[in-house]
């Protein structure tokens, strides 16, 4: 199979869409992100995989900390702000939990400190153990086939 068809087999599976961040030398730095996921309870894990080419890798593996932010259905351009699909510049305010940048308004922020990591393939995936979550009220922004949707209920 040739990896066109790779990526729209994994298409296929609907996700939420978050911002991972983190911080260095006091500056915030985000990426978006739809390859997370919870581990364990406990203790209280969850997992991002970060691609070796992105910016972030380099980040997260010096900071050794990150936070995800998993965004509303009225985030979509926070999103491509982070995906690099916005190419005006833009200041984004953060709010800060335990000394690390969040996404304002998102449906949930969980904190973490870098666990383990493992490298796979062209990935690194980090285990992070949560420190902290703030969650609010509303709808998931889902991605599928590629596109940005709204999940209904």
């Known amino acids: 199979m040739d990896d066109r068809a790779f990526r729209n087999a994994m298409g296929k599976f609907a996700t939420g869409v978050t911002v991972i961040t983190t911080v260095l030398e006091d500056e915030a730095h985000g990426m978006t992100a739809n390859a997370f996921m919870s581990v364990s ?21 010096e900071s050794g900390k990150f936070a995800v932010n998993i965004l509303s259905d009225d985030q979509k351009d926070l ?34 400190k870098v666990h383990s990591k493992q490298i796979v393939g062209d ?3 980090f285990i992070g153990e949560v420190t902290d979550i703030v969650t609010c009220e509303g709808a998931p922004l889902a991605f599928y086939e590629g596109k940005y949707s709204k999940v209904f209920s």
């Not at 995989?49 to 997260?60: F, W």
């Not at 702000?81 to 833009?90: D, L, M, S, V």
């Open 79 to 112: 999103s491509m702000h982070f995906a690099g699909q916005i190419k005006e510049k833009r200041q984004i305010e953060f709010d800060w939990i335990n000394e690390l940048p969040v996404i304002k308004n998102a449906l949930t922020n969980i904190v973490c």
């Open 41 to 61: 309870l406990n203790p209280r894990l969850v997992l991002i995989s970060i691609g070796e080419k992105a910016k972030m890798l380099d980040k997260i593996n």
């Open 123 to 125: 990935h690194t995936l």
